[in-house]
DNA sequence: CAGAGGATCGGCT
DNA sequence: GCCGATCCTCTGG
């Protein structure tokens, strides 16, 4: 049976807590948790490892040349869900972080797997490992069964999708530059928890 | 309407 | 480390 308090956990991370501004809250939420409802009401989701910061005058940034009917959602209020497709294969988590009217988003990339991890593994397959799950941004997508259905959900409010503040311990957060652009390639706005096994990329952009 | 490119992943060398 | 898959979105004509 499931309760009210079950759909609407009273940990959730919301407006009053989050930072305004991408850069800030892409470090917030460095040991910040994500959490998933899927459709059968069972949990699923883990503990944000790597993040990185996209805003409007960032070439690399979808905000960058203004509106458009895919990317929306990053020019709406702060702490909703902004999801893309991308090379025909994967679907890419954001959380928006500005106010109305300023297109910025922070890029999810890797999360360490906490919660429901049997059903993680079915969305990502029998002979993945531990440490693979949800380790790149495309990957967090698969195994929280994340889609476009959830572009624009307000993360303070959706019962599918949400962030917690878990234990409130912040790691220690490194900074490098982002992974896989042609475009502002130098920018340092990839955030990271020092130390984890969990992150993507080369070793050599994450050191302790 | 055609063309190009992309905030990736998995498999192979 | 390199390469192909795969398709959506945006841009320009």
């Known amino acids: ?101 300023t297109g910025a988003a922070v890029l999810i990339r890797a999360l360490e797997p906490l919660e429901g991890l049997p059903r993680i593994r079915e969305h990502r397959g029998p002979t993945c490992s531990e440490r693979d799950l949800l380790r790149g941004p495309g990957r967090v997508c698969q195994g929280l069964a994340v889609d476009r259905e959830l572009d624009g959900a307000d993360l303070e409010r959706d019962d599918r999708l949400w962030l917690s503040p878990g234990t409130g311990v912040k790691p220690a957060v490194g900074v490098s530059v982002r992974i896989g652009l042609s475009r502002a390639a130098e920018m340092p706005r990839r955030y990271y928890a020092c130390g984890s096994r969990f992150l993507s990329g080369p070793r050599s952009l994450s050191p302790r």
């Open 1 to 101: 049976m499931t309760t009210a308090a079950q759909l609407a956990p009273d940990d959730r991370v919301t407006r009053s807590h989050a930072p305004l501004g991408t850069d800030d809250l892409a470090r917030f939420l460095i040991g910040v948790r994500l959490m998933r409802r899927l459709d059968d009401g069972s949990l699923v989701g883990g503990t944000i490892v790597e993040t990185e910061a996209y805003t409007a005058d960032d070439p690399a940034s979808h905000s960058y040349r203004g509106p458009t009917r895919r990317n929306r959602t990053m020019f709406g209020a702060s702490l909703h869900a902004y999801v893309y497709f991308i090379y025909g294969t994967a679907y890419c988590l954001n959380v928006t972080s500005e106010a109305a009217g």
